[in-house]
């Protein structure tokens, strides 16, 4: 019995993992610059230069092409700075002594 309880618990793990993804997002509009590794979008009056990895591409990409690009955002660095109240904190624990 516990033989097959193992296969059920991977199982239940590997998909409760996926559920943290990052967000999807999409942005649509005329390309305006396309290199091997970036593709500048057009919106309203703003470029969005997105990179372009692995992306599968449906079609034939060309500047001037309206495309709609789907992405989600990935931290390339993350700094962490004291928080200020765990300053305020420690400074009230010092005059207190």
């Given at each position: 019995m516990k033989k097959h309880l193992f296969p059920?618990?991977?199982?239940?793990l590997?998909?409760?993992?996926?559920?943290?993804?990052?967000k999807d997002y999409q942005v649509t509009g005329p390309i305006v610059a396309l290199t091997e590794s970036v593709i500048t979008?057009?919106?309203?009056?703003?470029?969005?230069e997105i990179a372009r990895g692995t992306a599968k591409v449906?079609?034939?990409?060309a500047v001037g092409s309206k495309?709609?690009?789907y992405y989600k955002m990935t931290a390339a660095a993350i700094e962490v700075?004291?928080?200020?109240?765990?300053?305020?904190?420690?400074?009230a624990a010092k005059k207190k002594k």
């Amino acid at each position: 019995m516990k033989k097959h309880l193992f296969p059920l618990l991977f199982l239940v793990l590997a998909f409760g993992a996926r559920a943290e993804s990052a967000k999807d997002y999409q942005v649509t509009g005329p390309i305006v610059a396309l290199t091997e590794s970036v593709i500048t979008v057009m919106k309203g009056d703003e470029k969005w230069e997105i990179a372009r990895g692995t992306a599968k591409v449906e079609g034939k990409l060309a500047v001037g092409s309206k495309v709609t690009v789907y992405y989600k955002m990935t931290a390339a660095a993350i700094e962490v700075k004291d928080a200020p109240a765990a300053k305020d904190a420690d400074k009230a624990a010092k005059k207190k002594k």
